[in-house]
């Protein structure tokens, strides 16, 4: 069964960083070209797709609001995701999710949130 952990979030101010951990089980990272993402819903807001990345040959995409500050990677050896933050702003403020689709089923983790205030 497909199970998704995040982690790392948490309380920062303006300008700060953080690095975010999405665990993955119940499927291989090098036994296929899945792509992991990391989505965010903030206050009030939609979910939206913040960046991806392939799990062979590291495909990267990013949202335009977080291009040049925000950091996708994967370690397969871990069968983990990352995501480091730089230059966080209160916009950023919000629950983090990692997501993947195996065999047209959606799976989500559980969130972590990230608060950016002084």
């Known amino acids: 069964q497909v199970q998704l952990v995040e982690s790392g979030g948490g309380l920062v101010q303006p300008g700060g960083s953080l690095t975010l951990s999405c665990a993955a089980s119940?499927?291989?990272?090098?036994?296929?070209?899945?792509?992991m993402s990391w989505h965010r819903q903030g206050p009030g807001k939609e979910r939206e797709l913040v960046a991806s990345?392939?799990?062979?040959?590291?495909?990267?995409n990013y949202s335009d609001s977080v291009k040049g500050r925000f950091t996708i990677s994967r370690d397969n050896a871990k069968n983990t995701v990352y995501q480091q933050m730089n230059g966080l702003k209160p916009e950023d403020t919000a629950v983090y999710y990692c997501?993947?689709?195996?065999?047209?089923?959606?799976?989500w983790g559980q969130g972590t949130q990230v608060t950016v205030s002084s």
């Open positions: 997501y993947t689709k195996r065999l047209w089923v959606d799976y």
């Open positions: 119940g499927f291989s990272f090098s036994t296929g070209n899945y792509i």
């Open positions: 990345i392939t799990t062979i040959g590291g495909s990267i």
